[in-house]
């Protein structure tokens, strides 16, 4: 509606009508517009509108003002008739259709007992004014009103809609990233060919989770990995709690892992928040195990890997059975030495003589096994095997032994059968001899010494004397007292092998061979007469072999 006051004005509503009676009373005929000389009576009805408002201030948003904030504003608008507004007056109005009292514009002019706000001219399409926000203003939707004056006349009006809205505080930063630890690793040694149910204890451990819980550092996932030379396998795991990790690791091909050192990440991530921690830990091979003969008596056992002085297990055993025989070597764990001893020692002890009377009595043979144990992943087994021989001792008998034709000889019993008193050109010797010596030659000794210092041998199953006057062996040998022995040749067939015998000696000749000399039996030559073996201890002795047979091996463990 608009209200008439002539020429010199227009309808202005509201608390504008003082102004403008104000305006009317001051105004020449020729009314100043913006910055332009107007001819207010050439003015009819002018036509005026905005096409909008641009905002700029400190909110991205145009129609959202935030209380305590000033803002410049700019309007646009077109078909400006004939040349433009003198003022644009402008209202603010609360939901309440109230004057807001928490916004104010500028600039103003005075009327009276009022301050009338208004825009500035900028062109002739726009035009711009300060607009502020007071502190504490409520949140509520808010209407602009400019109202375009010429030669105060009331043109047409624009309105828009504001927000006034109280910024939300913004969010509490997060907690800090909490410094992710591994404490410890158990086990932390890892064997190739086996799986592992691996705790890791630390702090600030993750379960994935979409808890906003604080004490998971607004994070949802732990990482975990182990890493060698830019190989990466990530093991199946579960976040017990935040200090608890159970980890199922698999030390097989798949891993692309090998025996050596490693390192266990652990790593917690999400929204940037990334904090890591790692630890060592070693792989090893499959065990292995070294046997060393280092005498006939002791052994060495070295296992690889060697995990002594480490929290993980390792361990040897052995087991021993009779390849041949009952009477064999005993095997257990030196002095200073057990199954977890790496190396460890192991230590060989002759059985006793178990024959009634202590009488020259067979040994046998024994197959010892020993492995290396380490975390449950054992070696190959490595075997050798002892000979064990019953000792007894011969010697060339002496005429001498048997007393002197033909009163004084000596009574000899071979096998039940008794042979005493005298004989006379036996075999190819000629004279009168105690038949004790002639029987002991061929069915016992095999060879002896007259009285004279002839030596004389078994041939053809009777009696000669040598044609050199020496004594041969089976194997063609002279026999040399305490280096030659007779053996059983199931045992030891071959020539030329010399034989070690535990509490006998070392390089003993095998040439010789007997009648009574079966199984693992060894007969030691000690020279000439019987006192030689007097008090002779049969003794059960380890042996081994040079070169070996499958009956005798050598020490050396293949």
């Not at 509490?503 to 007469?529: E, F, N, P, S, W």
């Amino acid at each position: 509606m608009r209200k008439s006051l002539g020429k010199w004005g227009g309808a202005i509503p509201g608390p504008l009508l003082h102004a403008a009676t104000l305006l009317l009373l001051i105004s020449p005929t020729i009314c100043h517009a913006q910055g332009q000389f107007v001819n207010c009576d050439s003015v009819s009805d002018p036509q005026f509108y905005y096409n909008g408002f641009s905002f700029t201030g400190t909110q991205p948003a145009s129609n959202t003002w935030v209380p305590g904030q000033t803002y410049a504003v700019t309007a646009g608008g077109w078909g400006v008739s004939p040349a433009g507004c003198l003022y644009e007056v402008i209202r603010v109005y609360n939901p309440a259709g109230q004057i807001d009292p928490y916004v104010t514009t500028s600039p103003v002019f005075e009327a009276p007992g009022q301050l009338i706000p208004y825009a500035n001219y900028v062109d002739a399409t726009h035009t711009s004014f300060t607009l502020t926000v007071a502190s504490g203003a409520p949140d509520e939707t808010d209407i602009i009103q400019l109202v375009c004056e010429v030669c105060f006349l009331s043109a047409s009006e624009y309105k828009v809609q504001i927000s006034i809205q109280t910024p939300l505080p913004p969010p509490p930063p997060p907690p800090p990233c909490g410094t992710i630890t591994i404490d410890s690793v158990t086990p932390s040694t890892w064997t190739m060919g086996k799986t592992y149910q691996v705790t890791i204890t630390g702090t600030d451990f993750v379960a994935p989770s979409t808890s906003d819980d604080p004490t998971y550092c607004q994070q949802n996932v732990t990482r975990l990995w182990v890493e060698q030379g830019g190989n990466y396998y990530s093991p199946d795991f579960t976040v017990v709690s935040p200090t608890q990790i159970n980890a199922t690791i698999k030390m097989d091909a798949s891993t692309s892992l090998t025996a050596g050192s490693a390192t266990l990440w652990a790593e917690n991530c999400d929204d940037g928040c990334v904090t890591e921690t790692s630890v060592p830990v070693q792989i090893v091979s499959v065990p292995t195990i070294t046997l060393e003969r280092i005498d006939l008596m002791d052994v060495k056992a070295t296992g690889t890997p060697n995990v002594t002085g480490t929290s993980d297990t390792s361990a040897f055993k052995y087991l021993s059975v009779s390849a041949s025989g009952s009477t064999v070597a005993k095997i257990g764990y030196a002095s200073g030495s057990n199954a977890q001893s790496n190396p460890t020692f192991f230590q060989l002890t002759e059985p006793d003589n178990s024959c009634k009377g202590g009488k020259p009595c067979q040994g046998g043979l024994k197959t010892i096994t020993a492995s290396y144990t380490v975390d449950g992943v054992s070696s190959a087994d490595k075997s050798f095997n002892v000979p064990t021989f019953g000792m007894s001792c011969y010697n060339t008998t002496a005429e001498s032994d048997w007393g002197s034709p033909p009163n004084n000889c000596s009574v000899f019993r071979w096998k039940g059968t008794v042979y005493s008193g005298t004989v006379t050109n036996p075999g190819s010797l000629t004279g009168t001899y105690c038949e004790a010596f002639i029987a002991d030659v061929i069915r016992n000794a095999g060879s002896g010494v007259l009285n004279n210092g002839i030596a004389v041998q078994k041939v053809n199953g009777n009696i000669s004397q040598t044609p050199d006057g020496k004594i041969y062996t089976a194997d063609g040998t002279v026999p040399i007292p305490f280096q030659t022995v007779a053996r059983n040749r199931s045992i030891i067939p071959g020539k030329g092998v010399l034989i070690d015998l535990d509490q006998v000696g070392t390089g003993i000749h095998a040439d010789d061979i007997g009648g009574d000399i079966v199984g693992y039996r060894l007969d030691l030559y000690k020279g000439v007469g019987k006192p030689v073996c007097a008090h002779n201890d049969n003794v059960m002795a380890v042996g081994a072999c040079t070169p070996a047979t499958s009956g005798c091996p050598a020490s050396a463990i293949q």
